[in-house]
């Protein structure tokens, strides 16, 4: 069977992402192998996944079925979540109402599940109910904001927001090392695990100084692996506890010094600002570095 339609909205969206939304049981694979095979055609013309859809190209899929391309999420494994994780995850809620969740997550947890992980916070929100999804990424160490969709609708317009750099983010770090500027804007380049560039863009401000440690405000405008830790380390000033970028550390024992406070928005022209508490450890280490910074975090948000 040939199903064949036309973009009604700018999704600004890469195909894989897009056919992902809209058939949620199709794997990365199954998309993937079948445009080669080309089966899914736009234009009716040959395409590649990473093909950025435009309201009005016309998508057609020549193997369509209602039992392959449909809207289900199948779960691999049965994750069991100990009651433990399940009360620690409603006591990091910063905020929820019925499309989204924004959560302050712990470190040593990671966002998404591998063959190496047990236990994510993707585990613990689709042990909770199926159609919650998570929308962007912190590393398993960075604590912080992040931000859960409950529903589909509201994953399209959160993920939409991120891919236009709609959503304010704030993340301080604690660096070893001060940087050259103490204001700066910094493009860089970073090479992907499939070895592939990546544009960065990233402003940073140094809040405080001292001892050799910094305090470092970053608002990261793309949202790249390990983009802010590559980041203080090209600029001479690794963050602390970070095992896998700043090798010289003399802080080996301490957690990673990195946490994604605020988070700023509008959806549906509602305005949305988060902030969430610093882990123990990092207040911790602050007052051991005699290290301040304003206790109304909201001031830092007209910085950049």
Same mark, same amino acid.
């Given at each position: 069977?040939?199903?064949?339609?036309?973009?009604?909205?700018?999704? =600004?969206?890469?195909?894989?992402? +897009?056919?992902? %939304?809209?058939?949620?049981?199709?794997? *990365?694979?199954?998309? #993937?192998?079948?445009?080669?095979?080309?089966?899914?055609?736009?234009?009716?013309? /040959?395409?590649?996944?990473?093909?950025?859809?435009?309201?009005?190209?016309?998508?057609?899929? @020549?193997?369509?079925? $209602?039992?392959?391309?449909?809207?289900?999420?199948?779960?691999?494994? =049965?994750?069991?979540?100990?009651?433990?994780?399940?009360?620690?995850?409603?006591?990091?809620?910063?905020? $929820?109402?019925?499309?989204?969740?924004?959560?302050?997550?712990?470190?040593?947890?990671?966002?998404?599940?591998?063959?190496?992980?047990?236990?994510?916070?993707?585990?613990?929100?689709?042990?909770?109910?199926?159609?919650?999804?998570?929308?962007?990424?912190?590393?398993? $160490?960075?604590?912080?904001?992040?931000?859960?969709?409950?529903?589909?609708?509201?994953?399209?317009?959160?993920?939409?927001?991120?891919? *236009?750099? *709609?959503?304010?983010?704030? +993340?301080?770090?604690?660096?070893?090392?001060?940087? &050259? =500027?103490?204001?700066?804007?910094?493009?860089?380049?970073?090479?992907?695990?499939? @070895?592939?560039?990546?544009? /960065?863009?990233?402003? !940073?401000?140094?809040?405080?100084?001292? =001892?050799?440690?910094?305090?470092?405000?970053?608002?990261?405008?793309?949202?790249?692996?390990? *983009?802010?830790?590559?980041?203080?380390?090209? @600029?001479?000033?690794?963050?602390?506890?970070?095992?896998? %970028?700043?090798?010289?550390?003399?802080? /080996? &024992? #301490?957690?990673?010094? @990195?946490?994604?406070?605020?988070?700023?928005?509008?959806?549906?022209?509602?305005?949305?600002?988060? +902030?969430?508490?610093?882990?123990?450890?990092?207040?911790?280490?602050?007052?051991?570095?005699?290290?301040?910074?304003?206790?109304?975090?909201?001031? !830092?948000?007209?910085?950049?």
């Amino acid at each position: 069977m040939i199903k064949k339609f036309k973009i009604q909205k700018n999704f =600004n969206q890469r195909l894989d992402k +897009y056919l992902k %939304y809209q058939y949620t049981s199709l794997t *990365q694979g199954f998309i #993937e192998k079948n445009i080669r095979k080309k089966n899914i055609l736009i234009n009716n013309l /040959t395409t590649k996944a990473n093909y950025l859809v435009k309201i009005n190209d016309e998508l057609k899929i @020549l193997n369509f079925h $209602e039992a392959l391309y449909k809207n289900k999420i199948i779960l691999k494994k =049965n994750i069991k979540i100990s009651k433990e994780i399940l009360a620690k995850f409603k006591r990091s809620i910063v905020f $929820e109402n019925n499309n989204f969740i924004v959560l302050n997550k712990w470190s040593k947890i990671a966002t998404q599940g591998g063959s190496k992980i047990k236990t994510s916070i993707d585990h613990v929100i689709k042990n909770i109910n199926l159609q919650y999804r998570l929308v962007h990424r912190l590393d398993k $160490e960075t604590s912080g904001l992040l931000l859960i969709a409950k529903n589909l609708n509201y994953a399209k317009k959160l993920t939409s927001l991120f891919k *236009q750099r *709609q959503i304010t983010k704030l +993340y301080f770090a604690l660096c070893e090392g001060i940087p &050259k =500027n103490n204001f700066s804007e910094v493009k860089f380049d970073i090479m992907n695990k499939n @070895l592939k560039i990546e544009n /960065t863009l990233t402003n !940073y401000k140094v809040v405080n100084k001292n =001892n050799s440690i910094s305090s470092i405000l970053f608002n990261p405008k793309t949202g790249k692996t390990h *983009q802010l830790r590559i980041v203080s380390k090209n @600029l001479g000033c690794p963050i602390v506890g970070d095992n896998k %970028y700043n090798t010289y550390s003399k802080h /080996t &024992k #301490e957690n990673l010094m @990195l946490h994604a406070f605020a988070l700023k928005f509008i959806i549906n022209k509602k305005k949305f600002e988060f +902030y969430s508490n610093f882990p123990d450890y990092y207040l911790k280490f602050l007052k051991k570095n005699n290290l301040k910074f304003d206790n109304d975090l909201k001031n !830092y948000l007209n910085i950049f």
